[in-house]
C-alpha cells in the first residue's frame, strides 16, 4: 500500500489549493453567484450613471470631474461587499464548518496549515470578490475617464485589498474561536464596525497607530485626486497642514505604513490559525510569540506618537482649531495632555488583559502538561509550553507597557509645549505598579479560578463601579469626592487616575484635587495587596494541580 | 526481520481534566488485521482514536501508525490514516462528487482525470455510483455513512480508522461492508474498527479488544478474548430420561458446578470448569447409571460479557 505523495507547497497555493477550489465550486454555483452580481451590478451601474448625470447636469460639472464624483461612491459600495459582507462569510463559513462537523475532515488533509489557511482566507469570501470585480469596470471607467493617476489609484486599491485581507483574518480567527455561528458573524461585523467607529476615536487621542489597521488613512491622502478638481484643491490645501507618517526619526509614505501595520496583524492572525490548525488544544498564542506582540505594538504607539509631539499634531484640539479658529494661536492644554497619557495607560492595560486570556493556560491544560511532563521523567513545566504559568510573561509585559507609557508621558509633559515640567522617574514606579498589579492580579484569578469568576470580577469590579461612579458624580456636585473613590474601585479608572495624580501639570478640578489622589494611591495599595495574594493563591492552585496530576 | 506493527500504542493516556479517559493503553496491531475495538460508552474508544488520527494530542504516550511517529510528524501520519467518525458528517453546499473531489485533491490524487477515475472506483465500492451528482445534504443516513466510507478509501489508507461504521446501514450494506473491510485487509491495510453490534463486529474482524473506563481489559482473537474476560463460563443443560432429583443430587458435589435448578426432566446449571473437565462430567452422569437424553451447553456472548462490564461499571 503505496500512500499518495504528500501535496507540495506548490501544489496547494492558488488556483491549486484544493480549499480555495472547494469553495469556488459552493460559492459560485450560477444560481447563487447570478443574483449577486446583478445585484452589485445594479448598484454600481445606479451609482456611476446617477453620479455621472448629477454632475455633469447639475453642477456643470467638467466630463473629467463629472466622471470622478462616481470613484468614491463605488469604493465605498467594494468596500461594504468586501469588508462587512466577506468578513461576515469568513467567520460564519468557519463556524458552519465546525458545526456541521466537517471540520476535523478538513484537519485530516494532509497540508501544511498555512496551505488551509490561505485556502479558507480566499475561498470562502469569493463570491464577495467576483461582486467586487463586476464593480471594477465602473471604477475603471470613472478613473480613467477622471484622469486620476496610476499613483493615486494603484496605492488605495492596493491599502484596499490589504484592508480586505486583515478583516478576513479577523473574521477566520473569531470563527475559529467563537463555536456559535451567529455569534461569530455577530463579532466579526461588530470587530469592523469598531475599527472604523470607535478605534478612529482613539487614533485622535494620540493613539495614531490604530488609525492605520483601516483604509482610511491612504483614502484621505488620495481624495484630492479622486474628487472634482475644485473640491480635491480644497481638501490637497487643508492636507498640506496634516501630518505625515513618522515614525520614530523615519518616514513613511501613508501607503507603506499602512500595509506595514496591517502586515503585522495579518501575520499574527497566521500564526494564530497556524497554531489551531496544527493543535486544536493550543492556545492562540505562545508565550514569546505573544510578548513579542505586545511589545511590537508598543514600539508602533510609541513609533507613531512621539514624533507628533513637538510639532502639535497629535494633540486632538489641534485638529479642532484648524476646523474652527485660526490655529495660530493654539496651544494644547495641560488637561488634554494628562487624558491622553492616562487614555495610552487604560488601551495598554485592556491589552495587556487580552494578551493574558490568550496565553493563560487552563487547569485541564496544565494537567496535562504536568501528567507529560513526570512520564518524562521532568519536574517542572518547559518554560515556553502552553501549560506553562503566563505569570513571567505578564510581568514583563506590564513592565514594557509600562515602560511605553512612561516614554509616552515622558515626551508629552516635557515637551516644548509645557515648559517646566518634568516627568520623574518615581512616575515610572507607579506606572509598573499600576499595570503590574492589575495585570498580574488578572492572571492570577484567571489561571486559578477560571473565565467564569474572571468574568464576573470583571463586571462587577471593572465595569459596575464605573457606571455608579458616573451616576453619583453626575447627579450631585456633593457627591463628587464619593463618586471618585467609588470609580478609582475599577483598574480601568487606575491608569487615568495615576496621570491625573502624579503628573505635576495635572489640574484637577477642586472638588477632585484631594479625593482622587487619595483614592489612586489607597486603591492601588489595595490592588497591589489583593494581587499579591492572589499570587500567592495562585501558587498553591498550581501546586494542587502539580500534585492532582500524580493521580 | 521484524514487522512493523500498523499501529503500534504505547502507554497511551488521554484526559479531560481530572476524568481519565484512556490510561496508559498499550496495543498492537499488525498490518492486514480487521481489528475491532469494543466497549461501553466512556470505555475510550472515541477519545484512542481521536488521537490514533492526529485529531487530538494525548496526555503522553508513544503512537506509531506504519512506522511514522504520529505525535512529531503528523503530517506524514495523515497520509497514512483514513478516518470515518460516528455518525460522519458532509457538507451541505456540495455534491457527492464534489465532495469526493475535493478529499481526492487534498490527498495529491495524481492528474483530474485520475481523481475523477479513483472517485468513481470509490462510489462503486460503497455502491453509490448513481447517487453521484446528488446533494450531500440529501441524502439518507446510510448513503451519508457509505460516502464518508468512500471518501475514507479514496487516498488508499494503510490505516483505516472506522468509528461505529455500520450504524445506519441496512443489512446488505452492512454485509458490503464486511466484505469491503475484508478485500481493503487483504490488501495489506489495517482496520481498526469499533461498533456496538458486538456479534457483526466479531464476524467482521481478525482480532479484537475491549475497554473499559480507559484500560485494556483484553485482546486477541474473538476466542482468545472470551477467555481472558473469565467467559469460559458456560451454562450447562442436562435432559435426562428419568432419575434427574439423582442427577441433581450428584452434580451439587462437583466444585465446578454452581447455580443449579431443576425443571421437569431437566436439570441447568453453571459451570467453570474447562473443556476436559466438562467431558469428566458428562462421563460421570453416566457412571451414575443416568441415562442422558439431550446435552446442551450455552456460552456467554459478546453481548453478554459487555453487558457484565457495563453493569459493572454502572454499579460502582
Redesign the interface.
Known amino acids: 500500500m503505496n500512500p499518495p505523495p504528500l501535496p507540495t507547497s506548490d501544489s496547494i497555493r492558488g488556483w491549486a489549493n484544493p480549499v480555495f477550489r472547494r469553495y469556488c465550486r459552493s460559492r459560485l454555483r450560477p444560481a447563487g453567484l447570478g443574483i449577486a452580481l446583478l445585484i452589485a451590478l445594479l448598484i454600481a451601474g445606479f451609482i456611476f450613471a446617477l453620479t455621472a448625470s448629477l454632475g455633469s447636469r447639475f453642477n456643470n460639472l467638467d466630463p473629467a470631474d463629472a466622471a470622478r464624483g462616481a470613484i468614491i461612491p463605488l469604493l465605498v459600495l467594494q468596500a461594504l461587499i468586501l469588508f462587512i459582507l466577506g468578513t461576515a462569510q469568513v467567520s460564519g463559513g468557519m463556524t458552519a464548518e465546525t458545526d456541521e462537523g466537517v471540520i476535523d475532515y478538513q484537519r485530516l488533509i494532509p497540508m501544511p496549515p498555512l496551505a488551509k489557511v490561505l485556502g479558507y482566507l480566499f475561498g470562502l469570501p469569493v463570491r464577495e470578490y467576483a461582486m467586487v470585480l463586476v464593480t471594477l469596470p465602473f471604477s475603471a471607467w470613472s478613473l480613467w475617464k477622471g484622469h486620476v493617476s496610476f499613483q493615486i489609484w494603484a496605492p488605495l486599491y492596493a491599502v484596499f485589498f490589504t484592508t480586505a485581507i486583515t478583516y478576513h483574518m479577523t473574521g477566520l480567527v473569531t470563527g475559529t474561536v467563537v463555536k456559535n455561528r451567529r455569534w461569530a458573524f455577530l463579532i466579526s461585523i461588530g470587530l469592523v464596525f469598531c475599527l472604523y467607529t470607535v478605534i478612529p476615536q482613539i487614533a485622535r487621542f494620540g493613539l495614531v497607530f490604530f488609525k492605520y489597521l483601516t483604509i482610511t488613512p491612504v483614502f484621505e491622502e488620495s481624495l484630492p485626486g479622486l474628487l472634482p478638481k475644485t473640491a480635491g484643491a480644497i481638501v490637497a490645501t487643508g492636507q498640506r497642514l496634516a501630518p505625515e507618517v513618522k515614525f520614530f526619526g523615519l518616514a513613511f509614505p501613508e501607503v507603506v505604513f499602512t500595509i506595514f501595520c496591517q502586515g503585522g496583524l495579518i501575520l499574527i492572525f497566521l500564526v494564530m490559525l497556524c497554531r489551531r490548525w496544527r493543535r486544536t488544544e493550543s492556545l492562540l498564542l505562545g508565550k514569546l510569540g505573544a510578548t513579542s506582540f505586545f511589545i511590537w505594538v508598543q514600539m508602533l504607539l510609541l513609533g507613531n506618537a512621539l514624533p507628533l509631539i513637538e510639532p502639535g499634531n497629535l494633540f486632538p484640539s489641534r485638529e479642532f482649531a484648524r476646523r474652527v479658529f485660526d490655529a495660530g494661536n493654539w496651544a494644547p492644554t495641560a488637561v488634554e495632555a494628562v487624558g491622553m497619557s492616562g487614555l495610552y495607560g487604560v488601551v495598554t492595560l485592556i491589552f495587556l488583559f487580552i494578551i493574558t486570556k490568550i496565553i493563560t493556560p487552563a487547569p485541564e491544560i496544565q494537567i496535562r502538561g504536568w501528567r507529560r511532563v513526570r512520564k518524562e521523567g521532568g519536574s517542572s513545566l518547559p518554560l515556553l509550553s502552553d501549560a506553562a504559568t503566563a505569570f513571567p510573561w505578564i510581568a514583563v509585559m506590564a513592565l514594557a507597557g509600562a515602560v511605553g507609557w512612561f516614554v509616552f508621558t515622558q515626551a508629552l509633559v516635557e515637551s516644548r509645549w509645557f515648559p517646566g515640567h518634568l516627568v520623574p522617574l518615581s512616575v515610572f514606579g507607579f506606572f509598573a505598579l499600576t499595570l503590574l498589579s492589575a495585570g498580574l492580579g488578572f492572571h492570577a484569578l484567571l489561571e486559578a479560578k477560571g473565565g467564569r469568576t474572571v468574568g464576573l470580577t470583571v463586571i462587577f469590579i471593572g465595569i459596575v463601579p464605573l457606571m455608579i461612579g458616573a451616576v453619583m458624580g453626575t447627579s450631585d456636585n456633593r457627591l463628587f469626592a464619593a463618586s471618585s473613590w467609588i470609580i478609582g474601585i475599577s483598574p480601568l479608572s487606575m491608569p487615568s487616575y495615576a496621570t491625573s495624580t502624579l503628573l505635576s501639570l495635572s489640574e484637577l478640578p477642586e472638588n477632585l484635587a484631594r479625593s482622587v489622589p487619595r483614592a489612586f494611591y489607597f486603591w492601588l495599595a489595595v490592588s497591589a495587596i489583593v494581587t499579591v495574594w492572589l499570587v500567592l493563591r495562585l501558587r498553591a492552585a498550581r501546586k494542587t494541580i502539580a500534585e492532582r496530576s500524580d493521580r | 526481520m521484524p514487522i512493523t506493527p500498523a499501529i503500534d500504542i504505547r ?1 497511551l ?1 488521554v ?4 476524568f481519565v479517559a484512556v490510561n496508559d493503553l498499550t496495543l498492537s496491531v499488525p498490518p492486514g488485521e480487521v481489528f475491532g475495538l469494543v466497549g461501553p460508552n466512556g470505555a475510550g474508544k472515541t477519545s484512542t482514536f481521536r488521537v490514533l ?5 494525548p ?3 508513544e503512537v506509531n501508525l506504519c512506522g511514522v511517529d504520529i505525535l512529531s510528524d ?3 501520519a ?4 483514513g ?1 470515518m ?1 460516528d455518525l460522519a ?6 455534491k457527492v462528487w ?1 465532495f469526493l473531489e ?2 481526492a ?6 492528474s483530474r482525470a485520475a481523481r475523477r477515475d479513483r472517485v468513481a472506483e470509490c462510489l462503486e465500492e460503497v455502491g453509490l455510483t448513481g447517487q453521484r451528482e446528488s446533494w450531500c445534504k440529501a441524502l439518507s443516513r446510510g448513503q451519508t455513512q457509505r460516502v464518508v466510507l468512500a ?1 475514507t478509501l479514496l ?4 490505516v483505516l480508522i472506522l468509528d461505529e461504521p455500520a450504524s445506519g446501514l441496512d443489512p446488505l450494506a452492512r454485509r458490503d461492508l464486511r466484505q469491503a473491510l475484508r478485500k481493503l485487509a487483504a ?3 489495517t482496520v481498526f474498527v469499533s461498533s456496538h453490534i458486538l456479534s457483526e463486529l466479531a464476524e467482521m474482524c481478525t482480532s479484537l479488544c475491549v475497554m473499559n473506563r480507559g484500560k485494556l481489559l483484553a485482546s486477541g482473537t474473538a476466542e482468545q478474548v472470551r477467555e481472558q474476560m473469565g467467559s469460559h463460563k458456560r451454562t450447562l443443560t442436562v435432559t435426562v430420561l428419568a432419575h434427574h432429583q439423582e442427577a441433581a443430587t450428584w452434580l451439587e458435589t462437583q466444585a465446578s458446578v454452581h447455580r443449579l435448578q431443576l425443571a421437569e426432566q431437566q436439570v441447568s446449571f453453571e459451570f467453570t470448569g474447562n473443556d476436559e473437565a466438562q467431558a469428566d462430567l458428562m462421563e460421570g452422569l453416566i457412571q451414575q447409571g443416568i441415562r442422558l437424553r439431550a446435552f446442551e451447553e450455552k456460552r456467554s456472548s459478546f453481548e453478554d460479557i459487555l453487558i457484565e462490564v457495563a453493569e459493572t461499571n454502572r454499579r460502582s
Open positions: 502507554d493516556r484526559d479531560y481534566g481530572n488520527t492526529t485529531l487530538m494530542e496526555t503522553y504516550g503528523i503530517e506524514s495523515r497520509r497514512i490514516v478516518y467518525p458528517p458532509v457538507p451541505s453546499d456540495l464534489e475535493f478529499h485533491a487534498a490527498y495529491a490524487i495524481g471518501k487516498h488508499r489508507p494503510s490488501t495489506g491495510a
